[in-house]
């Protein structure tokens, strides 16, 4: 089931010039258009290349990302500048450029294909098994690569209810939190009464720093609409609504234009394929705030309403959207299915563990070597994925946690490294799934700062609407603000836990019940930083700023100036090659030093402070 | 349909919520934000329950004023897992209102420890939410909720005097912590910035209600347009049923 390489089975040669939002914003653009422009004037080659923009391969670090087919060639950091040299030696006299291609850090060996990388080998694309391959403008990319097969097949020899019966033989579960069963959801809608139904995809990620549902809305729009018109046909909608996040303006404009496309090939419309199905797709753009992904608000939202989150003791899938059976799934559960349906359960059961089945999409950011989308199959460990996929720590540091699930999720330590990733064995661990966020964190990262960070996120995006949520963020904000402030106390320890039962209990949404993780997963595993702030009044990691002052070790200190160049106000002095000093009279302390110096040489003065 | 109800068994309507059965039944739940013209919003989490669907193992908490009984049910309205629950509710709603006497016997009553009270905007309100369903029943939208999160709070559009606003004091009436600023002086009253001429009763001459309330509720009643305050109508009403029975 894995994506195949070589996409183009005729010869000729394609160049796939990556214009995902990182690759954009680093120049992709050009690069495509330079290519477009300089390629005209070879008239002497008889076959002309192909040159398409794709959707975003993840690796938006290494970006402009430009790829060339049959021969499967990658190459990193493109410049418009170098799109000519790439024409004539590449696609005419067939040489590379080693100067483009990526360089393994350990083994130092030039790679040709991004696919030879640590960073892609060890990943499983299924959500993303087209994004970077096709023109996400150009519905017939996706049919050539078994796009709307599914869809066919089902009309043709699938009832509506063989359909649930795959998903749910496939053990496909909910990919935007939560992790319900997908197949169980559809069968509670089909069976619920309603004069119509509807399907909605939830594209609202609002988590910070999250962009894979992003990614598959601009670089995969067909593989979300052929999954909600198999959702449509299992369940018996008429309509679906794409709930896409305000600020996303590409993937609405890729996924109009794809909703367009399928209309004129009888995808989308009154008679699919010449079938009685009858279902249509609409985007209605996000409401702007966190909390609007959460389903009955994103309904309520939809509806013109205000986007605050309702008790959920009647499903959705009972009375949803305009008070009709509704189902909602997130981008990537929608963009499962089309494998799922066409390729059966089983090869999708055959992947992960034994209650989280399938792939799941991360986005790896924070303090890793390789940052950027991965997709890897469930149970992987995050060992796995921070070491062998992330390439390890940046300037090897210490690993101190991973953040998992979002702005809501927890804080996993060291010791938990091994755990394999799925639905279940994160929410044991104290954090969750989330949307898939994995944010890295070393040892010069203080737990205390990480959760009153996410708890003010928390308290600003709650939307206000209950007590336990919105009084309960507001005090375990203020008791954060206290211990990093240097003034917190034991009792304030026993104050948090206590507010975090009743949040956990009594909230009325989802956001309000999870909100406490970061404090609970912090307090689990590094009650001792807290202790540090409280009985000690230091900041072990030399992260607040009330407890902590630094000085530079002379010994180790290089004179190389980086300190000196990123400290803002000038409180550090040193002639080059010579011992750098702080004057602390002039020192905020925010640590800026300590963060950049490469020889350790910055130190925290670690006795008590008062 | 057949419930249990802490431990006993009750006849429950379809479809009624948990709290309503309750009230029924004569056993108490408490509420913030319920009220029974408007039904549950389920925002102030005070009213939560233990509950069991049947085929589950555990209970879970539910909130009484929202949660629909469909099923034959399991029903705990005191434990102490509720109790903590209300205490801490008490605790954080108690200081936003620090000094109103109805949250201090609350907090007395669950044993809430005090925060320290925190200011908000307008001061003791602890954002229920009942006064802009008052102001929506009477049909108006003259105050709303503004901001989300530890930020959000009630007032009208940008603060100033809403053109929506009649004076009628149908929000200031409802909130069960007083917070919402009703001035009466004489014939004039003050509320959300707005100053109004208080109409006099054509019986007591008792300043009772403002103009721009009045023709409001003339415009869509089929009554006369009489001016008397609520006990004048009473008797009128009164002496009118005794002569229609002589
Ligand atoms: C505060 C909050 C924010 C959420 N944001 C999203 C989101 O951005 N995207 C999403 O798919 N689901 C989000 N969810 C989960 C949805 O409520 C819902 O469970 C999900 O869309 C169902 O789809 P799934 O079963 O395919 O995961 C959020 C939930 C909460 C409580
Ligand atoms: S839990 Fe938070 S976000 Fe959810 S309804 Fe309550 S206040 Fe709103
Ligand atoms: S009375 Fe039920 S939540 Fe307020």
């Known amino acids: ?610 | 349909m057949k419930i249990m109800l802490n431990g006993q068994e009750r006849e429950a309507r379809e479809g009624e919520t948990i709290l309503e059965m309750c009230r029924r039944e004569g056993v108490p739940i408490p509420t913030f934000c319920y009220h029974q013209a408007f039904g549950g919003q389920g925002a102030c989490r005070m009213c939560m329950v233990e509950l069991r669907e049947e085929g589950q193992e555990q209970m879970r908490l539910v909130a009484a004023c929202t949660y629909p009984i469909k099923s034959s049910v399991e029903i705990i309205t005191e434990s102490e897992r509720i109790q903590r629950l209300r205490r801490t509710i008490v605790m954080l709603l108690a200081r936003r209102a620090p000094d109103n006497p109805l949250m201090e016997a609350l907090a007395r009553t669950y044993s809430s420890p005090r925060l320290t009270a925190i200011e908000v905007e307008p001061p003791n309100c602890i954002l229920c939410g009942l006064c802009i369903h008052a102001c929506e029943e009477m049909g108006r939208t003259a105050i709303w909720s503004m901001f989300r999160g530890i930020d959000k709070r009630i007032g009208t559009p940008y603060d100033e005097a809403s053109e929506d606003c009649i004076g009628c004091a149908a929000c200031a009436r409802i909130c069960p912590t007083q917070a919402i600023n009703l001035e009466e002086e004489g014939s004039t009253r003050r509320i959300w910035n707005k100053t109004f001429d208080l109409v006099a009763c054509q019986r007591c001459g008792k300043h009772y209600a403002t103009r721009e309330e009045l023709e409001y509720l003339w415009e869509r009643s089929e009554y006369g347009q009489e001016q008397l305050c609520e006990s004048c109508r009473k008797k009128t009403l009164a002496i009118n049923m005794k002569s229609f029975q002589q």
């Open chain 1, 1 to 610: 089931m894995q994506a195949s390489i070589n996409v183009n089975s005729n010869d000729r040669q394609t160049v796939l010039v990556c214009c995902g939002t990182g690759c954009t914003a680093n120049g992709g653009r050009e690069v495509f258009k330079t290519f477009e422009t300089l390629l005209k004037d070879h008239a002497e080659i008889e076959l002309l290349p192909v040159i398409k923009a794709t959707g975003c391969n993840g690796w938006c670090e290494k970006g402009p990302l430009v790829r060339l087919l049959p021969r499967d060639i990658t190459y990193c950091s493109v410049a418009p500048e170098d799109v000519s040299e790439i024409i004539d030696k590449t696609l005419i006299e067939g040489i590379l450029i080693k100067r483009l291609l990526y360089r393994d850090p350990v083994s130092k060996e030039y790679l040709s294909s991004h696919h030879q990388t640590d960073f892609y080998r060890k990943q499983h694309k299924i959500a993303l098994r087209n994004i970077g391959e096709i023109d996400p403008g150009q519905i017939d990319d996706y049919i050539e690569r078994e796009g709307y097969q599914a869809l066919k097949k089902a009309l043709q020899e699938m009832s509506g209810q063989d359909i649930i019966n795959i998903v749910q033989a496939a053990g496909l579960r909910g990919r935007g939190g939560g992790g319900f069963p997908t197949g169980r959801k559809w069968q509670a809608c089909k069976n619920a009464s309603g004069e119509e139904k509807f399907i909605i995809c939830n594209g609202d990620e609002g988590d910070p720093g999250a962009f894979m549902d992003r990614s598959i809305l601009e670089g995969d729009p067909h593989t979300i609409i052929e999954g909600m018109i198999l959702g449509a046909y299992a369940v018996g909608a008429s309509r679906g609504y794409v709930y896409v996040r305000d600020e996303y303006d590409l993937a609405v404009q890729n996924l109009g234009q794809a909703i367009g496309n399928a209309r004129q090939r009888g995808y989308l419309g009154n008679s699919i394929l010449g079938s009685d199905l009858a279902f249509d797709i609409e985007i209605v753009r996000g409401g702007g705030a966190f909390v609007c992904g959460e389903e009955t608000a994103l309904i309520a939202s939809i509806e013109g309403r205000t986007g605050e989150p309702h008790d959920k003791y009647v499903f959705p899938t009972e009375k949803g959207l305009w008070g009709m059976p509704t189902v909602i799934n997130n981008v990537e559960t929608w963009a499962n299915v089309p494998v799922i349906v066409l390729h059966g359960a089983e090869p999708f059961a055959r992947i992960g563990t034994e209650n989280s089945k399938g792939t799941k999409v991360f986005s790896l950011v924070g303090k890793v070597v390789n940052t950027g989308l991965v997709e890897v199959p469930m149970g992987t460990t995050l060992r796995e994925v921070i070491y062998e996929i992330g390439g390890g720590l940046l300037k090897k540091r210490s690993f101190k946690a991973v953040q998992t699930g979002g702005p809501s999720g927890g804080c996993i330590p060291a010791s938990l490294l091994d755990l394999p990733i799925d639905f279940d064995s994160l929410i044991e661990a104290g954090s969750m799934m989330g949307s898939g966020g994995l944010i890295v964190m070393d040892d010069h990262t203080c737990m205390v700062e990480v959760a009153r960070y996410y708890t003010n996120f928390l308290a600003g995006e709650s939307c206000g609407k209950c007590t336990p949520c919105r009084e309960g963020l507001r005090a375990q904000l203020e008791i954060l603000n206290r211990i990093c402030d240097g003034e917190g106390t034991i009792e304030d320890l026993d104050l948090l836990e206590d507010i975090s039962v009743t949040m956990q209990g009594a909230s009325l949404c989802a956001l309000g019940r999870t909100a406490p993780n970061p404090v609970l997963s912090t307090l689990r595993y590094f009650r001792e930083e807290y202790l540090a702030h409280i009985e000690e009044r230091r900041c072990p990691a030399g992260v607040c700023r009330a407890l902590t002052t630094f000085y530079i070790d002379p010994v180790k200190c290089t004179g190389c100036q980086v300190c000196k160049k990123h400290c803002s106000v000038n409180a550090i002095q040193g002639e080059r090659k010579e011992v750098h000093v702080i004057d602390e009279s002039i020192c905020i302390r925010c640590g800026e030093c300590y963060r950049q110096c490469a020889f350790d040489a910055v130190q925290l003065r670690q006795e008590e402070l008062r």
